[in-house]
């Protein structure tokens, strides 16, 4: 942290997590039209979410890939709540409440995560972890159900299990093979 950081927050005497959220529809122009309505994905405005608490998640969960740039380059299943009730102050210290569905309620679930210090590959299926290019190439078109059947049919026919661990101190990634 940089001591000019450190001491404004000391200055300020209390904790403050801060959120900006934005989903511009030029983001999904690579997705088809069944792909959007699946994730239930529409675009979002920029905002901003000050001290942001999920006050209630709803079922089903859903399964889909997700990326962050924290870990650019790789992406994995991550399981989420579909459907999910907020509550936030915005940007004015105003009270706020929000119910977000689909892909906005994904965006929100990762983002209170970034502000707990967990990343989507503390939630993520191992098994899926992988590069954006071989999801473009292998997965991008099916469901998240039959990438995981796929990856469980490869594990038990090569009978070798790939486990990787990101050290995100050293921003390292580890592949490792276990026979």
């Given amino acids: 942290m940089r001591p000019e950081s450190d001491l404004r927050h000391r200055r300020l005497g209390f904790s403050v997590?801060?959120?900006?959220?934005?989903?511009r529809?030029?983001?999904h122009k690579k997705l088809t039209r069944e792909q959007l309505s699946e994730r239930e994905r529409q675009p979002v405005p920029f905002h901003v979410v000050i001290n942001p608490r999920i006050v209630s998640s709803e079922s089903p969960n859903l399964e889909f890939f997700e990326g962050c740039l924290s870990v650019?380059?790789?992406?994995?299943?991550?399981?989420?709540?579909?459907?999910?009730?907020?509550?936030?102050l915005n940007e004015f210290a105003e009270s706020e409440k929000v119910h977000?569905?689909?892909?906005?309620?994904?965006?929100?679930q990762h983002e209170i995560d970034h502000l707990a210090g967990i990343l989507y590959l503390d939630r993520m299926k191992v098994r899926t972890f992988t590069t954006l290019?071989?999801?473009?190439?292998?997965?991008?078109?099916?469901?998240?159900?039959?990438?995981?059947?796929?990856?469980?049919?490869?594990l038990t026919a090569n009978a070798c299990l790939r486990v990787?661990?990101?050290?995100?101190?050293r921003?390292?990634?580890?592949?490792?093979h276990l026979h």
Wanted: aromatic share 12%; glycine share 2%; net charge negative.
């Fill in 100 to 108: 977000a569905v689909g892909w906005y309620a994904r965006i929100l």
């Fill in 164 to 169: 990787l661990l990101y050290d995100s101190a």
């Fill in 171 to 176: 921003k390292e990634l580890w592949l490792i």
């Fill in 133 to 154: 290019e071989n999801l473009e190439r292998l997965w991008k078109d099916l469901p998240a159900s039959e990438v995981q059947a796929r990856l469980k049919l490869r």
């Fill in 17 to 23: 997590q801060l959120a900006v959220i934005e989903d």
């Fill in 25 to 27: 529809e030029e983001y």
């Fill in 72 to 88: 650019a380059g790789y992406s994995a299943i991550v399981l989420r709540a579909r459907t999910i009730r907020l509550e936030y």
